[in-house]
């Protein structure tokens, strides 16, 4: 019996150890889940922070980009600043352009929808002569200052050197596409019409 008992004490006293020894291996690994919980939940925390930061950084940027946008688009007004005004006397083209001239600017070149609406505007009760001839190649129309045409406003059909001697472009109260906009004609350079000068800032 005292065999028995022996063994029944040592079998036990095994059982005890292993289960000490099976709760300190899980408390051990409990403590490193719970240590690795930690730091995945910091390192989440970190991302979070950083994807934060990147984002603000790409707000900043676009904000940046915007601003620098509008400064070009100001800077490209400033230097393409004008200053318009139209003959009192009804003259050629070549005389409506010595009016401007002579008073340090030239005669209108219109490059942009924004500037015709401007023009029609301003001066569109009246015949206007503009910047615009083929005087030197039939149908190769050039502005004053010898740019090639590249946005147009010509009325139908025009324009159409009715019977070849049709070589300067008007802006005409008469050729109105919409409420907004006149459109161009060409007429003989010796035709009468008021000149709309422009004069760069």
Request: hydrophobic residues 35%.
């Amino acid at each position: 019996m005292r065999r028995y008992y022996r063994l029944t004490a040592v079998c036990l006293g095994l059982l005890c150890v292993i289960l000490l020894a099976a709760i300190t291996v899980l408390w051990v690994k409990f403590n490193n889940l719970t240590i690795d919980r930690d730091q995945l939940q910091t390192n989440n925390d970190n991302m979070k922070n950083e994807m934060g930061q990147l984002q603000k950084e790409k707000e900043f940027r676009r904000r940046v980009q915007k601003f620098q946008k509008k400064l070009s688009e100001l800077e490209q007004e400033k230097k393409t600043c004008s200053v318009y005004y139209i003959s009192t006397e009804k003259k050629s083209w070549s005389e409506s352009r010595k009016f401007c001239t002579d008073r340090g600017a030239d005669l209108v070149i219109i490059n942009s929808r924004e500037e015709q609406e401007f023009i029609t505007k301003t001066f569109g009760s009246y015949q206007a002569w503009i910047g615009l001839t083929d005087t030197e190649k039939e149908g190769d129309w050039k502005w004053v200052d010898n740019s090639r045409l590249t946005t147009e406003f010509w009325w139908t059909g025009e324009p159409n050197d009715y019977e070849g001697k049709e070589n300067c472009a008007v802006t005409d109260l008469w050729f109105v596409s919409n409420k907004n906009v006149q459109t161009w004609a060409d007429y003989p350079c010796n035709h009468p019409a008021v000149g709309i000068c422009e004069k760069r800032i």
